[in-house]
């Protein structure tokens, strides 16, 4: 059975986590007291068994002296690709005043309305109206 993006974007993120903590030359253990983060759920985000919260994510960027966006990022919760997108996303998720649901519900309005702007693709098999075909 394939894996879901989610799944993935979880796997991914989790071993981006440890290569980082392991360059940083810091313990499991270590990382967790100093990002706030029980151990067992610092282990579990590693595993790719759990999705952390954008407030975590930013606990542990700033516990591993890496930024925050890179989590962000790998986590699939901002679009590598788009700067002025990239700073609409940061300032939703650095909102203290929102919830993490709040926060997520702002991020899915934001890309919902980008996606229904994007221009239709034309049908390369259509023809276009006022002109004959060749055939």
């Known amino acids: 059975m394939a ?3 989610v799944t993935t974007a979880v796997e991914s993120l ?3 986590l440890k290569d980082q903590r392991v ?5 499991l253990r270590q990382l ?14 590693e595993r790719g068994l759990r999705r952390p919260s954008a407030d975590v994510l930013q606990a542990l960027a700033k516990a591993l002296r890496i930024s925050a966006e890179q989590l962000y ?7 590598p690709d788009e700067d002025e997108v990239r700073s609409v996303e940061l300032a939703v998720l650095s909102d203290p005043g929102l919830t993490e649901r709040q926060k997520q519900s702002l991020l899915d309005i934001y890309q919902s309305f980008r996606a229904s702007n ?7 098999s259509a023809p276009v109206k006022g002109t004959k075909s060749t055939k």
């Not at 360059?23 to 313990?27: H, P």
């Not at 967790?32 to 985000?45: D, F, K, M, R, T």
């Open 3 to 5: 894996k879901s993006k």
């Open 14 to 16: 989790g071993d981006y």
């Open 23 to 27: 360059s940083a030359q810091m313990t």
């Open 32 to 45: 967790s007291e100093q990002a706030g983060v029980s151990n067992p759920y610092l282990s579990q985000i």
């Open 73 to 79: 990022v790998q986590a699939g919760i901002l679009n």
């Open 118 to 124: 994007q221009p239709a693709k034309p049908e390369a």
